[in-house]
């Protein structure tokens, strides 16, 4: 269970950090098998002219590119797998070049980045994996035609260039790089979002009887920091705000785990209390159907009435 909550903020961070700059399909069904790229990404050209604000995450994603983030270090075959959808999706755009009578360029080849907190040599060597001057440590680029990076995220330089792909390290890794976006200035453009979708992370952990140390220890980083921005937001009279943040966190989290949900429902949840919202956040992971969230909606309308 707390791998899926891992992979699914995972997901959701890397989405929210790239939609300003182009197409981001999180997940993308491979359609030869039933598979999934974890995010497919299509930059905008008109629109990608502040992507280095994302360091070298913003770096990858001047290029189409395929991204493959893992919670636990990735193993030899899950590294295979990865490479398995990369070669699905060249096929189907050859394909389809094929069909039109028209030759693709191989810029328009997805670029693989698979994200892993570490690796072992012989992993990276076995794959023939190299590091590349002007990329610096932990980025480890496979034979030209793989189109593939193995990037150990733990290995990646404690640099501002690197805090976006760091936030999803583990353990110390990934709470350095939480006090780094702590301590950026609260105008930048990706902080409020990335610490809303860690607070989500954290809600989701904490509901969890049997998590472990590395789980529990972030989860008693991020408390006192979502008690800190509640309390802020209250005084500095952004009730609203908070309150709108948390409605869109969690209508995401309820079109992922049910499927897109309708206007009504959405316009029921905008009506919660940020109390319910809590609760709502927190519960919305026992929902299999659309109607326990009806169910749960009423409930909560019923104890409002009395």
């Not at 929210?16 to 905008?44: H, M, N, Y």
């Not at 790089?177 to 902080?191: G, K, N, R, W, Y």
Request: charge should be negative.
């Amino acid at each position: 269970m707390t791998r899926f909550i891992h992979d699914q903020f995972s997901k959701d961070y890397l989405e929210e950090l790239l939609k300003p700059f182009g197409t981001v399909q999180a997940p993308s069904r491979v359609a030869a098998e039933v598979k999934e790229i974890d995010v497919l990404f299509t930059p905008i050209p008109t629109q990608t002219a502040n992507l280095n604000t994302l360091g070298i995450l913003g770096r990858m994603a001047t290029i189409p590119a395929i991204f493959e983030p893992f919670r636990n270090p990735a193993s030899v075959d899950e590294i295979g797998d990865c490479i398995s959808k990369l070669l699905e999706i060249k096929s189907a755009i050859q394909r389809e070049g094929k069909r039109n009578k028209t030759k693709i360029p191989e810029t328009e080849i997805p670029q693989l980045w698979i994200l892993t907190p570490t690796a072992s040599k012989n992993i990276i060597s076995g794959y023939g994996g190299q590091l590349k001057s002007d990329w610096g440590d932990g980025v480890y680029f496979l034979p030209k035609y793989f189109r593939t990076a193995i990037v150990v995220i733990h290995q990646l330089p404690s640099t501002p260039e690197t805090l976006w792909l760091r936030i999803l390290g583990r353990g110390r890794v990934q709470q350095r790089a939480i006090d780094e976006l702590v301590a950026l200035p609260s105008t930048h453009p990706f902080q409020r979002v990335t610490l809303e979708l860690l607070y989500s992370l954290q809600q989701n952990l904490r509901i969890n009887q049997n998590i472990e140390t590395e789980d529990r220890e972030l989860v008693m980083r991020l408390a006192p920091l979502y008690q800190e921005d509640r309390e802020r937001a209250r005084q500095e009279g952004l009730q609203q705000g908070l309150q709108q943040g948390e409605q869109q966190l969690i209508v995401r989290q309820l079109n992922r785990r049910l499927g897109n949900i309708d206007s009504s429902l959405i316009e029921r949840i905008q009506q919660l209390s940020i109390e319910q919202l809590d609760i709502l956040g927190e519960e919305l992971l026992d929902f299999v159907t659309v109607a326990d969230l009806e169910l749960w909606l009423s409930q909560q309308q019923n104890t409002t009435n009395q």
